[in-house]
């Protein structure tokens, strides 16, 4: 597993931003959960709201795991979630939303200062759990993005399903490098007649333009499948898709571990009508499972490859060089990431007659 030193990425091994950790239909449905990204150990559960939260596995007390329990009678008599705190199942104390422990049964009077649980900033939004992995532990600078067609239901628009890829021995740069990767889409997608492709790095998105035929996503093989795909921060990658249906595809990917990501994919399709959006369901599933497939091979890819630490980049690829400078600012302390951020601004076109930076979406 290549860690993110060999990539000289910057100070930290894991980057700052939003990432998703999970589908929100499924995560702690069965009660406190045990999750393993960024190389840790995390407890995600539900309030009695249904508020999620995540907090670290251990108690500061001795050490006990939160979730890796059956047989305490704190897990059998259903007290471990309280409202919104979570108890510990070796000598019962609980913890806040906060962290901060707010009850120890057999001592009423004193709760040390320092018993407290690490939490993370978490949220959901459109079906997905979303956690705030920050190296320097600091709150968000960047929002979630709001997923539009999430709330377009109205509109003829079906929401999407999540499809799980699991966790590949790649580093996540691998699959970033995707952004500057014109030379991939014919071999790999099965792209025709190319017409245009660009990058736009504009902060901490980044963003690629490209048009040609598809063999799979657009109509017939004469017909152009128009691209919008961007990174709003790190690991969250969405391509607004004009082919045989309008459509919004996501790709998250969030690290398990040093040189290990896990990846999922979504898609959300914008049928020709109300109507259909509500009795032709099977096609906007269908769709969506020619994407997933679409995007599996780029999977098989990833799942196999030896790690590419310095791309042999030649004239004609896209500026892979650029898309790793841009990358590297979320492995850096948050105020050096301007200065990233600057050097990196701007358009490239990699393919075809330069377009307007201001028609990207
Ligand atoms: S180890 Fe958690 S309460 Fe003692
Ligand atoms: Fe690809």
């Not at 979730?67 to 913890?95: L, M």
């Not at 959300?268 to 679409?294: F, G, H, I």
């Not at 780029?298 to 500026?319: T, Y």
Request: glycine content about 8%.
């Amino acid at each position: 597993m290549t860690p993110t030193p060999d990539y000289k990425l910057g100070t930290y091994e894991f980057p700052r931003g939003w990432f998703m950790i999970g589908d929100a239909g499924k995560l702690g449905s069965k009660g406190p959960e045990t999750l393993h990204y960024f190389g840790q150990e995390m407890v995600f559960y539900r309030g009695a709201s249904g508020k999620p939260h995540l907090v670290e596995a251990y108690c500061p007390h001795m050490g006990a795991h939160l979730a890796k329990n059956t047989t305490s009678y704190v897990v059998r008599d259903g007290e471990q979630v309280q409202g919104e705190s979570i108890r510990c199942p070796f000598h019962g104390w609980r913890f806040g939303p906060d962290g901060k422990c707010d009850d120890i049964p057999y001592s009423p009077n004193f709760i040390p200062k320092a018993a407290c649980l690490k939490t993370f900033p978490v949220a959901e939004r459109a079906g997905i759990v979303w956690m705030w992995h920050d190296p320097e532990g600091q709150q968000p600078d960047q929002d979630l993005p709001a997923f539009a067609p999430w709330d377009k239901e109205n509109e003829g628009w079906v929401r999407w399903l999540i499809d799980d890829y699991g966790t590949l021995p790649v580093h996540a740069v691998e699959i970033v490098d995707n952004m500057a990767d014109f030379g991939h889409m014919g071999p790999i997608h099965g792209s025709l007649h190319n017409q245009y492709f660009d990058n736009i790095f504009d902060g901490h998105k980044v963003i690629q333009r490209f048009d040609a035929g598809h063999r799979t996503l657009a109509s017939d093989a004469s017909s152009t499948l128009a691209l919008d795909t961007w990174y709003e921060g790190p690991s969250i990658l969405q391509s607004d898709m004009r082919g045989a249906f309008p459509s919004l595809m996501l790709l998250a990917h969030t690290p398990v571990g040093k040189g290990m990501t896990r990846i999922w994919h979504a898609l959300m399709v914008k049928m020709p009508s109300l109507e259909a959006a509500r009795t032709d369901l099977e096609t906007a599933r269908m769709y969506q499972r020619a994407s997933r497939d679409a995007v599996a091979q780029d999977v098989e890819i990833w799942a196999n490859k030896a790690p590419s630490v310095n791309p042999m980049q030649i004239p004609a690829d896209g500026p892979y060089g650029k898309v790793r400078l841009w990358y590297s600012q979320f492995y850096n302390p948050r105020d050096k990431a301007a200065a990233i951020q600057k050097r990196v601004q701007g358009q490239v076109v990699t393919f075809g007659e330069p377009r307007p930076v201001e028609d990207a979406a």
